[in-house]
């Protein structure tokens, strides 16, 4: 699987929007990126996944370059409970994917 | 109606012991994963099973066990306890290979506490 490096930790105020810029520069044609976060004492829950341009859900959005050898994930007017860490995976999802989790970003939201 | 339940949540034992832990789901998945959370909050996994077959098994002791009865029930058994197996270990399911989005699915973990 392609290799993320994350900022390893981030500080924002609620009601921001925070952008967490993940690059994989070996990412292969088949890849796809997945986004996943943590809340502490808990199991990692599944935030986001695309392939290129741009992707929006409910809980953020994903912006791929055209190289796509980064990828920013968006969260939009942030709140205290989005405290947690936010794991960037790049992986062939065919098959049986084998979830590679580097060290993640640590966000932390104040008042 | 939890999606992935393992018990138990907690277990402290003595270094030397032989332990399980059990992981069910009911989201009707064919693929069931064992990981490893260490202090440093690495993640890594350990194994994964689909249609209770064994496909992937990383380097992990052979003091670990991963046992499928069925295909909604992946335990891991673990002999001869170390001080290094202290961590929290979580259970993921996901849908077999057919389905595009292979969105895993995490249990609430099990914190391991060896003395």
């Known amino acids: 699987l392609a290799k993320t490096t994350q900022p390893i930790s981030m500080d924002s105020y609620e009601g921001q929007e925070v952008n967490i810029t993940c690059s994989h520069n070996n990412i292969a044609t088949n890849d796809y990126i997945t986004w996943y976060q943590q809340f502490p004492s808990q199991g990692p829950r599944f935030i986001i996944q695309?392939?290129?341009t741009k992707v929006t859900n409910e809980v953020a959005s994903l912006f791929i370059p055209a190289d796509r050898k980064s990828s920013t994930l968006s969260l939009p007017r942030v709140s205290l409970s989005d405290t947690a860490v936010y794991y960037c995976l790049v992986g062939d999802i065919t098959g049986f994917q084998k979830l590679v989790f580097g060290t993640g970003t640590r966000l932390l939201v104040s008042p | 109606d939890t999606a992935v339940s393992q018990t138990p949540k907690y277990l402290v034992t003595q270094m030397g012991n032989d332990k399980s832990i059990k992981c069910e789901q009911n989201l009707g998945h064919d693929t069931m994963y064992w990981y490893k959370q260490d202090s440093k909050k690495f993640l890594k996994i350990m194994f994964s099973y689909n249609n209770k077959e064994l496909i992937i098994n990383e380097t992990v002791p052979n003091r670990f066990s991963p046992k499928s009865p069925d295909k909604a029930h992946l335990n891991l058994h673990i002999n001869s306890l170390e001080l290094g197996d202290s961590a929290v270990y979580f259970c993921a399911s996901s849908q077999d290979r057919e389905t595009l989005n292979n969105e895993q699915f995490f249990g609430p973990g099990t914190r391991l506490t060896v003395l």
């Open positions: 695309g392939y290129k």
